[in-house]
C-alpha cells in the first residue's frame, strides 16, 4: 500500500535529485526533511520492500520504475493544484504549497485530468517549476 508518507518521500527524493543533478543519499534525505536518519532509514527499508526505491547499504537512492511513476504523479498532483489555487482563488504561492501538500494524496487522476483541462492545460507551476507528467 502506497501511503501519503510514501508518497512524501517519493517526491523528496525525486526533488532532491533534481536538485542535486543526481543520486541522493540517505544522509542528505534526512538532512532534507529534517527527520533523524533512523527514521528516514526505515521509511527507506519500507520503500525497497515495496519495490519503489533501490538502495544498497550506504549507497546512493534510486527510483524503480515504478517508484518514478509514483514520484513524477505526485509532483504533477502537487504543481497542478497549486495552479488552480493560485490562479482561480487568488491564494498566494507559500498557502498553495502548503495546501497542495494535503490535496496531492487524495486527488484521482481522473480529476486531475479534468482539472488539467479546466486551467488550459498549464506546462509550469506557479513557482515556474514544469509540471511533469501527468
Same mark, same amino acid.
Given at each position: 500500500?502506497? &501511503?501519503?508518507?510514501?508518497?512524501?518521500?517519493?517526491?523528496?527524493?525525486?526533488?532532491?535529485?533534481?536538485?542535486?543533478?543526481?543520486?541522493v543519499?540517505s544522509?542528505?534525505?534526512?538532512?532534507?526533511?529534517?527527520?533523524?536518519?533512523?527514521?528516514?532509514?526505515?521509511?527507506?527499508r519500507?520503500?525497497?520492500? /515495496?519495490d519503489?526505491?533501490?538502495q544498497?547499504?550506504?549507497?546512493?537512492? &534510486?527510483?524503480?520504475?515504478?517508484?518514478?511513476?509514483?514520484?513524477?504523479?505526485?509532483?504533477?498532483?502537487?504543481?497542478?493544484?497549486?495552479?488552480?489555487?493560485t490562479?482561480?482563488?487568488?491564494?498566494?504561492?507559500?498557502?498553495?504549497?502548503?495546501?497542495?501538500?494535503?490535496?496531492?494524496?487524495?486527488?484521482?487522476? /481522473?480529476?486531475?485530468?479534468?482539472?488539467?483541462?479546466?486551467? /488550459? /492545460?498549464?506546462? &509550469?507551476?506557479?513557482?515556474?517549476?514544469?509540471?511533469?507528467?501527468?
Open positions: 500500500m502506497i &501511503t501519503d508518507t510514501k508518497e512524501d518521500y517519493l517526491r523528496a527524493l525525486s526533488k532532491l535529485e533534481q536538485a542535486k543533478g543526481g543520486s543519499k544522509k542528505e534525505l534526512a538532512e532534507f526533511l529534517r527527520l533523524a536518519k533512523s527514521t528516514v532509514s526505515e521509511r527507506l519500507e520503500l525497497v520492500e /515495496n519503489l526505491i533501490r544498497e547499504p550506504y549507497g546512493p537512492i &534510486t527510483f524503480t520504475p515504478k517508484g518514478r511513476r509514483i514520484a513524477e504523479e505526485i509532483t504533477y498532483k502537487h504543481r497542478l493544484v497549486e495552479v488552480f489555487l490562479e482561480k482563488l487568488g491564494i498566494s504561492k507559500l498557502k498553495a504549497h502548503e495546501e497542495a501538500h494535503k490535496i496531492e494524496h487524495v486527488i484521482s487522476d /481522473n480529476v486531475a485530468q479534468k482539472l488539467s483541462a479546466f486551467l /488550459n /492545460n498549464p506546462k &509550469t507551476c506557479p513557482h515556474g517549476q514544469p509540471l511533469g507528467k501527468p
